[in-house]
């Protein structure tokens, strides 16, 4: 108990700091001490906002790199803060016992079945507790661990709700009763499978095997993606593959581009404002996550309405705006459009002046609020 409560005191302190820490485990389940790196991200103090959890298998092979595409990517609002763990697996044998099959069956031995169990309770259970998790929790295996992932899909715990398998493995046992539960799954679940042309032979057939069958999986609740690399190998492949998954899998959250732009919002038959308010809704339906909504999206919906002469959305995004950006010009000025639109210019005039006494943002300067009021008086 002491063990899991300094544990514990250390998660806590880790999560002010965004920064990596080694921890020891001893587990009751496996009856040793295992070592884990565990990255929290930078969270402000009070922020209670849940957070997606990635357990990465082989953590002393490829943790650093999962951490690395995970922090650029947040930094950059192209996917939300999460929280990293990384197994540590050093040691062939290591992996051999945790990841164990019988031959006969391609089920979990006894050991296997225990290492699974270890990562439920010792692991996400306990990080629980410490810390708000989104439901989005994803599992990251490369080799023999990408086949291992698979068994927490087929025990219907729900334990993860994303699979991220880089060249698995895979007794040739799993292959249909895998396929029959992605094809029935009621969960919400991504699966994206990697694979190279430049396998073993035996490996690769099998995962080709699986691949042709997984590609025609049609299930409503299942989010699934396919890549082939022709060159990358076993090694090098695992890098070309995790941000492409991270990449796929955050799509949703990213910020709205100049191709969605142009394509979606600029389209005669989408309202912007209504746009913006689905893709948010999206991200919390797909992800869990509540994501404020980021001054990037903001300003291609109003440059939407603006080109459309959407009085409507305006006023919409204008209203949103003054609960955004309270102390900012941005709520008042958007107001001010839109009642030019309508033709109602006194209305238009006061909401230029309201926003005269407020600060300036990045594309709206006071001498453009100036303009708009010298024009309507």
Same mark, same amino acid.
């Given at each position: ?216 999986? /049609?299930?409503?609740?299942?989010? =699934? !993606? +396919? ?7 076993? #090694? *090098? ?106 033709? /109602?210019?006194?209305?238009?005039? =006061? !909401? +230029? ?7 300036? #943002? *990045? ?15």
């Amino acid at each position: 108990m002491k063990q899991n409560t300094f544990l514990l005191l250390l998660l806590i302190s880790s999560s002010l700091m965004g920064q990596i820490t080694s921890q020891t485990i001893t587990s009751n389940i496996l009856e040793n001490s295992r070592t884990i790196d565990l990255y929290i991200p930078e969270i402000e103090e009070g922020n209670v906002e849940p957070l997606p959890l990635i357990v990465v298998l082989e953590g002393d092979k490829i943790f650093n790199l999962v951490v690395s595409n995970v922090k650029f990517l947040s930094e950059n609002d192209y996917m939300p803060k999460a929280i990293v763990v990384g197994i540590n697996q050093a040691g062939y044998y290591q992996k051999q016992r945790d990841f164990e099959l019988d031959k006969s069956t391609g089920q979990l031995t006894n050991r296997g079945a225990n290492f699974k169990q270890f990562i439920k309770s010792d692991i996400i259970r306990k990080l629980s507790i410490q810390f708000p998790l989104s439901k989005l929790k994803i599992i990251i295996g490369q080799n023999k661990g990408a086949n291992f992932i698979n068994y927490f899909l087929l025990d219907n715990s729900n334990t993860f709700t994303t699979y991220i398998a880089v060249n698995p493995d895979m007794p040739q046992a799993i292959i249909e009763p895998l396929i029959e539960k992605l094809k029935n799954t009621t969960n919400e679940t991504n699966y994206h499978l990697f694979n190279s042309a430049n396998l073993p032979v035996n490996q690769g057939k099998k995962i080709s095997d699986f691949s042709k069958d997984f590609k025609e999986v /049609e299930n409503s609740m299942l989010r =699934k !993606s +396919y890549k082939l690399f022709s060159y990358p190998d076993e #090694i *090098s492949s695992v890098a070309y593959s995790i941000p492409i998954a991270l990449e796929t899998m955050f799509r949703t959250f990213q910020p709205i581009s100049v191709k969605e732009f142009k394509e979606n919002l600029l389209n005669d038959t989408i309202v912007p404002h209504q746009y913006l308010i689905d893709k948010y809704q999206k991200i919390t339906n797909e992800l869990g996550i509540q994501k404020k909504i980021i001054l990037n999206d903001i300003i291609a919906v109003f440059e939407a309405s603006k080109q459309k002469s959407d009085a409507e959305s305006l006023f919409v995004i204008g209203e949103l705006c003054l609960d955004l950006y309270p102390d900012a010009v941005i709520g008042h000025y958007f107001n001010g459009l839109a009642y030019e639109i309508i033709e /109602e210019y006194k209305k238009a005039l =006061k !909401s +230029y002046e309201r926003a005269y006494n407020f600060k300036p #943002i *990045s594309f709206i300067s006071k001498e453009m609020i100036l303009n708009k009021i010298e024009s309507l008086k």
